[in-house]
């Protein structure tokens, strides 16, 4: 959302108190829940007391919390496209009976999620970070715990395409020594979502004082690689349940790799082609 309160929001965020970066980060995050909750209900969902939101409106020099509100209202009524997600997003998540519905439930939030993904704003970040890997050297790939896959994919299906992508695995301990050979003319994809990896976090830093571009995909505008990125594209994680999704980092890797394909044409398909005969020679499958 391009608003002047979400870049004051930003410009400022390191400077805020812990509980009013919170608060800030709803805003930042929610945007369509900021212009259609009540202030106690959101300050329930962000897990913040109501004062808080109410501090943070006027440190934003607004006179209180509903006038803050109005301007993302705008913003939404300007935005009609967006409506498409309101059935996750407006109703409060129900109390689940039975195994259905909480597979429903947990199904309407991705495909909600994954909806955001065909947004006007995510699609020009895709295809800028497509052209953006495809003029780079070499195309690092880096993400830890639940977002190693994530990484992988990038890394595995980018290879058999034939580009240069380059895994930071950290097998054996090698992760600096991969990142010693990182330079301006490269590209370092960084996937990190909240909590963030502390390593991933110092990898991209590094990559960034080298001069690589950093294209972040993570959850939020001013998570910690965010600031630091080039490109940054945004997903949701949250689910009906304890743990976050990586659903929607998966499909944005698989633009991002479709996009590359499309780009480098016959090129892309000459490489594939390639691999799986050697896969084939090496009786690498079964069936």
Known sequence: MDLPVVSAIKN???????????AARWLLDHPTEVALLSMREQARRARVPPATLMRLAKRLGFEGFDKLKEVFADSVRGRPECFADLEDELLARRQAVGDGALIRD??????????????PSAIAALAEAADL?????????????????????M?????????PT????????????????VGPEDALLAVTVRPYTRFTVE????????????????????????KLAQ????????TPWIFHTMTPAFAVVECLVELIAAKRGSCALQALAANEA?????RTYVL
């Open 12 to 22: 400022s965020y390191e400077l805020y108190p812990r509980q009013m970066k919170v």
């Open 278 to 282: 050697q896969l084939d020679a090496l």
């Open 133 to 153: 890997m495809l003029g780079s050297r070499h195309i690092f790939c880096i993400g830890l715990r639940s977002s190693f896959p994530v990484a992988y994919l």
């Open 155 to 163: 890394h595995y299906v980018g290879s058999l395409l034939g580009s």
């Open 106 to 119: 947990t199904i309407d939030v991705l495909n909600g999620h994954l909806r955001n993904l065909a947004q």
């Open 166 to 181: 380059i895994l930071i695995d950290g097998i054996g301990g090698t992760s600096n020594d991969v990142l010693g050979s």
């Open 231 to 238: 490109i940054v594209i945004s997903v949701r994680t949250e």
């Open 203 to 226: 990898a991209a830093e590094f990559a960034v004082s080298r001069g690589a571009k950093l294209i972040a995909l993570t959850d939020s505008e001013v998570s910690p690689i965010a």
